[in-house]
């Protein structure tokens, strides 16, 4: 049963730490998405990637968040430094893009809480 | 741009019910649509999707969407509602030309005993 992996699944830090969070796909599939969400804003889509390149992170805070590729089994997103305003359930999702873009299929999630 | 919208962000139906969440729709061009179902502590799950296909599409757990142009709508029903039903439901959309899904802000169902 293929599926989709996130690591921590919790995570408690102070302000200023850095975080980082890792997923890993679905083997097979060739895009990823990372998705932050809130009681406040919802299911916010962050980044997304095809093929391990980077399309569309314009739903991400630049100066301290960043996400990569480092190869087709891993994707990680980093906050540096993290903020209480993080503090959000970020989910990692998969899909074979193309013509099947509508799966995506999700990880269970990090729960993150910056104090 | 494309966007949907979900008519009641907490619904409530007795154990047996019908189960009724309203979905519509706003997109420039011919729409895939879907619907996820997230239970606690998980991630979204998909329930069912519309692709240009037959209107009216049978998910998971016995759900049913039927996609209506005229009303931009894609509203997600189950005929009987169960205890285990209880969980929130998302709405989204996406088109051809991208792989990426607009997630509406959820509703989530209450199953009343």
């Known amino acids: 049963d293929a599926r989709v992996t996130q690591t921590p699944r919790h995570k408690v830090t102070e302000m200023g730490q850095e975080v980082t969070m890792r997923c890993q796909p679905i083997?097979?599939?060739?895009?990823v998405f990372w998705y932050r969400q809130t009681m406040m804003q919802g299911l916010e889509l962050l980044a997304y990637f095809r093929n391990r390149a980077p399309l569309d992170d314009s739903g991400m805070p630049k100066d301290r968040f960043s996400a990569e590729m480092p190869d087709a089994t891993l994707a990680t997103l980093k906050i540096q430094p993290s903020e209480p305003r993080d503090s959000a359930v970020y989910f990692c999702?998969?899909?074979?893009?193309?013509?099947?873009?509508?799966?995506?299929?999700f990880g269970p999630g990090t729960r993150l809480t910056v104090t | 741009a494309q966007s949907v919208t979900q008519l009641g962000s907490h619904v409530s139906v007795s154990e047996g019910a019908l189960v009724l969440l309203r979905c519509n729709y706003s997109?420039?061009?011919?729409?895939?649509l879907f619907w996820y179902v997230q239970y606690p502590n998980q991630g979204l799950q998909l329930l069912l999707k519309y692709t240009s296909a037959a209107t009216l599409v049978k998910g998971i757990n016995g759900f049913e969407a039927e996609f209506k142009k005229s009303e931009t709508s894609f509203h997600l029903t189950k005929p009987s509602a169960h205890m285990s039903d209880a969980a929130e439901y998302f709405c989204?959309?996406?088109?051809?030309?991208?792989?990426?899904?607009?997630f509406g802000k959820g509703t989530r169902l209450h199953i009343l005993p």
């Open positions: 997109s420039s061009v011919p729409p895939y």
């Open positions: 989204a959309v996406s088109s051809n030309r991208d792989d990426k899904i607009i």
């Open positions: 999702a998969s899909g074979l893009g193309g013509d099947y873009s509508y799966e995506q299929y």
């Open positions: 083997l097979g599939h060739n895009t």
